[in-house]
């Protein structure tokens, strides 16, 4: 009868492996999701800082275009800086984006920088 006490073990060691392999599923999905949200926000800067320094080379304010362009990209625009003249310039612009999902203890936001210009 020594037998019959270890009924079930099997099912309880599955179960645990399950779980497991639950949790790993998620933690690589949400850093796969993170991951590609980085990546988002870094073309949304790299957008916002070529559309604001496209406006300054026509003529018009290049912040005002890198904010519309960072919207547009689901980012925020948090700083535009320009240097130089009409001529020779540098727009550099930093975008920030909310990560999702978020999770106690773990960053909300990432921050990117991009720069775009003439000279």
Same mark, same amino acid.
């Given at each position: +009868?020594?037998?019959?006490?270890?009924?079930?073990?099997?099912? *309880?060691?599955?179960?645990?492996?399950? +779980? *497991?392999? *639950?949790?790993?599923?998620?933690?690589?999905?949400?850093?796969?999701?993170?991951?590609?949200?980085?990546?988002?926000?870094?073309?949304?800067?790299?957008?916002?800082?070529?559309?604001?320094?496209?406006?300054?080379?026509?003529?018009?304010?290049?912040?005002?275009?890198?904010?519309?362009?960072?919207?547009?990209?689901?980012?925020?625009?948090?700083?535009?800086?320009?240097?130089?003249?009409?001529?020779?310039?540098?727009?550099?612009?930093?975008?920030?984006?909310?990560?999702?999902?978020?999770?106690?203890?773990?960053?909300?936001?990432?921050?990117?920088?991009?720069?775009?210009?003439?000279?």
């Amino acid at each position: +009868m020594s037998g019959d006490d270890e009924r079930g073990v099997g099912t *309880v060691l599955t179960a645990g492996v399950a +779980m *497991v392999l *639950v949790v790993a599923a998620t933690a690589a999905s949400i850093l796969a999701t993170w991951l590609a949200q980085v990546t988002a926000t870094q073309d949304a800067a790299d957008l916002a800082a070529l559309a604001g320094a496209s406006a300054m080379a026509e003529g018009f304010d290049g912040c005002a275009a890198a904010d519309v362009a960072a919207d547009a990209n689901q980012a925020t625009l948090m700083e535009c800086d320009v240097r130089g003249d009409e001529r020779a310039f540098v727009l550099e612009v930093s975008v920030r984006a909310v990560l999702q999902p978020r999770l106690p203890g773990l960053p909300e936001e990432v921050v990117r920088t991009a720069t775009a210009g003439t000279g």
